[in-house]
């Protein structure tokens, strides 16, 4: 038997040596690639969108708003017949489906108005499945809101919540996320960008146009209503409410500053206060005979009555100043000043450049809740009109000489049986109806006199 040469020692070491640390080397690369591999792939796949849905997807709810009407019989045959079937109309239950957003860890909820307009129940179902009752604190139609309180069960003391508040910082590109329940289907995510701010969007509902609304390209369909938009943050950046039904990759939402405010009033008073600035506004698109001020083609917001006393009196505005910007914005349209105090919470300034005799300057006009005679002074101080309390109606007093009103041939004795559509019975209801809108560029009468009813309409803004 032949002993192995000291080389041949080594050479056999070295070779053993050389195979275990491709052992070793394949060891650890197998060891990453498997063992570690899950988690690594979840982390990289876990975006800020991801991390956002996760964060703030408890506090968007399901609303389901159940409501009885009275459905007209709709045959002949049925109103022949009508002993057989019973006098009264049918009953019918409608619901309405809908989004809506936790703003507090006791238990409120904003949604659109429309979601629950004339419900006799709301139910709200959590993301966790259970299913609550809800109250109605208040609504605004000229809004769009609407704020629910739960009816939590016993123990409950904390609910995951999107705090509201004002924000002015939202970016056009930056990314949104849109929360809601689309066609009945709960917690449907959508994301986009923010396609464009202070949009001007008219409600098919009350009329009133905004030029706040936020843009969005993320989707936005039936049922999304009264659901969140927020920023890549989590921060709530809008209310859902409008979308464009021919339109794709179009929706809008009520920016959080303007909600706000109307869940502040809502909150304290029931309802929303509306605000006073004393100035009957009208936009132009050229400015002519003005000795030179005015460029012509000026476009802005052209100031033409100006109530005495008024928040706009004592800011220094004054009858045939042009407005050109509001908050910093151009301003082309009154709607922006209406949105800017739909935002502005009592106390609260508008700050206005305008062009007047003194040339450019900017003022700050601080609006406050309307007078409590305040539709009586309108109609005195604009239509020439004295009114008072009749046996049922609102009575003309007195017509001042050579007024619009004494023009359009109102008499003393005639009865003023509605304004802006609305029947009045008292001067405090004609204040109520006014202060709703009092700054409103027309005022609608309806008249009354014997028989007959006439509809006038008196032009402020001319």
């Not at 994301?191 to 009350?206: E, F």
């Not at 800017?340 to 003194?358: D, E, N, R």
Request: net charge positive.
């Amino acid at each position: 038997m032949r002993l192995p040469l000291r080389g041949e020692i080594w050479h056999t070491a070295w070779m053993k040596h050389r195979a275990f640390a491709r052992f070793i080397s394949c060891v650890a690369v197998v060891i990453p690639l498997t063992a570690f591999a899950a988690p690594s792939s979840i982390d990289v796949r876990r975006s800020p969108v991801v991390r956002v849905v996760q964060k703030v997807r408890p506090a968007v709810v399901n609303i389901s708003a159940l409501s009885i009407v009275q459905a007209p019989r709709r045959s002949l045959f049925d109103q022949l017949f009508s002993d057989m079937w019973g006098d009264g109309d049918q009953v019918q239950e409608t619901q309405a489906l809908g989004s809506g957003v936790i703003i507090r860890p006791s238990g409120y909820v904003l949604t659109n108005e429309h979601v629950v307009e004339g419900a006799s129940q709301i139910r709200v179902t959590l993301v966790d499945g259970r299913a609550l009752k809800a109250t109605l604190v208040g609504s605004d139609v000229e809004n769009d809101l609407a704020l629910l309180r739960l009816k939590l069960p016993r123990g409950t003391t904390h609910l995951p919540f999107l705090k509201l508040q004002p924000r002015h910082d939202l970016m056009v590109g930056e990314t949104v996320i849109a929360i809601g329940n689309p066609f009945g289907l709960q917690s449907t995510v959508t994301s986009g960008v923010v396609s464009a701010l202070n949009r001007t969007v008219t409600s098919p509902r009350s009329g009133r146009t905004y030029t706040d609304f936020i843009q969005t390209d993320a989707s936005i369909n039936p049922g999304n209503s009264g659901g969140a938009l927020v920023d890549i943050t989590g921060g709530l950046a809008g209310i859902n409410t409008a979308i464009i039904a021919s339109a794709q990759g179009i929706g809008f939402a009520i920016p959080a500053a303007r909600a706000y405010r109307v869940v502040e009033d809502l909150l304290h008073f029931g309802h929303v206060r509306p605000l006073w600035l004393g100035a009957i506004l009208r936009s132009v698109a050229t400015r002519e005979n003005t000795g030179g001020l005015f460029d012509t083609g000026s476009r802005g917001i052209l100031v033409r009555r100006v109530f005495p006393g008024s928040p706009a009196a004592k800011a220094g505005l004054h009858r045939g100043d042009l407005i050109v910007a509001v908050d910093g914005r151009r301003a082309t349209t009154p709607a922006q000043i209406r949105t800017a105090m739909a935002s502005l919470a009592p106390g609260g300034t508008i700050h206005l450049t305008v062009l007047g005799s003194a040339g450019k300057v900017h003022i700050g006009v601080a609006p406050v809740m309307p007078p409590a005679d305040i539709g009586q002074e309108i109609l005195r101080r604009y239509l020439g009109l004295i009114v008072g309390n009749g046996a049922q109606w609102v009575v003309v007093r007195r017509v001042v000489p050579g007024s619009p009103a004494a023009k359009t041939g109102i008499e003393p004795g005639d009865l003023v049986l509605a304004v802006h559509g609305q029947q009045i019975g008292s001067v405090a209801d004609l204040d109520k109806v006014l202060r709703q809108a009092p700054d409103a560029s027309s005022v609608l009468l309806v008249i009354g006199r014997g028989r007959y009813a006439y509809n006038l309409t008196f032009p402020l803004d001319e």
